[in-house]
T-cell receptor, first 114, second 112 residues
Framework: NAGVTQTPKFQVLKTGQSMTLQCAQD?????MSWYRQDPGMGLRLIHY???????DQGEVPNGYNVSRSTTEDFPLRLLSAAPSQTSVYFC?????????????FGPGTRLTVL | GDSVTQMEGPVTLSEEAFLTINCTYT??????LFWYVQYPGEGLQLLLK?????DKGSNKGFEATYRKETTSFHLEKGSVQVSDSAVYFC???????????FGSGTRLQVQP
């Protein structure tokens, strides 16, 4: 199993550009989520999905869109990038939404918005 | 809302020293508690977890005990190695929540 994969590893954008961060998992996990990691702030939840066709907002959703058309994929879209979105983005997945289950994280995407 | 507070870093120790990283939490209900570790350039990996009061999680020589009375989940290791240098995150998952609430992370640097 490849686990949770993310592409690209690094990306530089100009303000106003759009892009999609890709996330895929091959563990048949129902639950997937996106976090951003900023210095001194830990990880904050952007959006999550409890299954194909179902998504919801997390703690910091503004400026980001998601969709979940398949169990495997959960892309994160930035429609008009802003410097405040410079961050490291992590995708995670787990078997179910229950509180005891381990979440598996991808290696991250480092995004810089100029 | 839920929150997790960790001690500020970086923590710098010599090899074989004793490690404690403090973690306290605020949550409604009965959360599960986790420690995740992030090695340089990598994603987060689960280090250990505890799902109810007085449970002790352990892995790779690290331990943490779920203390409901003090709302704490401190991470300890008796003898650290250079390879333990990483950022450690305390996190909680409350009943019914769909995600983890993380602390700000504590960077550990172990010197030979």
């Amino acid at each position: 199993n490849a686990g949770v994969t993310q592409t690209p590893k690094f990306q530089v954008l100009k303000t106003g550009q759009s892009m999609t961060l890709q996330c895929a998992q091959d563990m048949n996990h129902e639950y997937m989520s996106w976090y951003r990691q900023d210095p001194g702030m830990g990880l904050r939840l952007i959006h999550y999905s409890v299954g194909a066709g179902i998504t919801d907002q997390g703690e910091v959703p503004n400026g980001y869109n998601v969709s979940r058309s398949t169990t495997e994929d959960f892309p994160l879209r930035l429609l008009s990038a802003a410097p405040s979105q410079t961050s490291v983005y992590f995708c995670a997945s787990s078997w179910e939404q229950g509180s005891h289950n381990e979440q598996f994280f991808g290696p991250g995407t480092r995004l810089t918005v100029l | 809302g839920d929150s997790v507070t960790q001690m500020e870093g970086p923590v710098t120790l010599s090899e074989e020293a004793f490690l404690t990283i403090n973690c306290t939490y605020t949550a409604t209900g009965y959360p599960s508690l986790f420690w995740y570790v992030q090695y340089p350039g990598e994603g987060l990996q689960l280090l250990l977890k505890a799902t109810k009061a007085d449970d002790k999680g352990s892995n790779k020589g690290f331990e943490a005990t779920y203390r409901k009375e003090t709302t704490s989940f401190h991470l300890e290791k008796g003898s650290v190695q250079v390879s333990d240098s990483a950022v450690y995150f305390c996190a909680l998952s409350d009943t019914g929540r769909r995600a983890l609430t993380f602390g700000s992370g504590t960077r550990l640097q172990v010197q030979p």
